[in-house]
């Protein structure tokens, strides 16, 4: 089956910075979905994307298909941003998720 | 409109009991789809609805977890006998479908087993 695999795990940022997340997938997907997990955890749709990029506020995310990732770039960070994100490939019947990434942005 | 709504918000039970959770779709979503969260673990797909019939039961871990939809909308996931092991979050998420495969999640069942 499809492997997901998000880098890095683990992320610290002090308020204000940049980070970029990336989603690696092993074969060839119609659509994928990022979500923030949020500390309650409840999981909040972020982006579905195929591929090219798209853009929320602060936050966009680009896919290449062909190459197999796509990444998530958070600016400016503010402490609600913390949490987990992950990246799912979306099949018709299921979603394929990611391991994660665990940020925490500290004031 | 409304989101995907499921209950309890936690049910701890005792090993050996049986537990009924339950999702409310988003109205319209033909698409409903059961996940579950393990602490430290990540996201397992159990079971996936269109219309009222599952397709794929492949991801139900044993056959004590079974699952029903009915009318097309609410569904309900059974545990039979529950095991320490079965504690986690249960999610469930809807999908359109028609035009879109985005999937959106309830707030999730905490499930405590003792």
């Known amino acids: 089956g499809i492997q997901v695999e998000q880098s890095p795990p683990d992320l610290i940022l002090q308020e204000g910075a940049n980070s970029t997340l990336r989603c690696n997938f092993s074969d060839s997907v119609n659509n994928l979905q990022w979500f923030h997990q949020n500390p309650w955890g409840q999981l909040i749709n972020l982006f579905y994307?195929?591929?090219g990029t798209k853009q929320n506020g602060r936050l966009s995310a680009t896919t290449v298909a062909t190459e197999r990732y796509s990444l998530l770039y958070i600016s400016s960070s503010q402490t609600t941003d913390s949490g987990v994100y992950f990246c799912?490939?979306?099949?018709?019947?299921?979603?394929?998720f990611g391991t994660g990434t665990r940020l925490q942005v500290f004031p | 409109g409304a989101g995907v709504s499921q209950s309890p918000s936690n049910k701890v039970t005792e090993k050996g009991k049986d537990v009924e959770l339950r999702c409310d779709p988003i109205s319209g979503h033909t698409a409903l789809y059961w996940y579950r969260q393990s602490l430290g673990q990540g996201l397992e797909f159990l079971i996936y609805f269109q219309g009222n019939s599952a397709p794929d039961k492949s991801g139900l871990p044993s056959d004590r977890f079974s699952a029903e939809r009915t009318g097309g909308s609410v569904s309900t996931l059974t545990i039979q006998r529950t095991q320490q092991e079965d504690s986690a979050v249960y999610l469930c998420?809807?999908?359109?479908?028609?035009?879109?495969?985005?999937?959106?999640f309830g707030p999730g069942t905490r499930l405590t087993v003792t």
């Open positions: 998420a809807s999908s359109p479908i028609a035009g879109s495969y985005e999937q959106y």
């Open positions: 799912a490939v979306v099949l018709t019947d299921k979603l394929i």
């Open positions: 994307i195929p591929s």
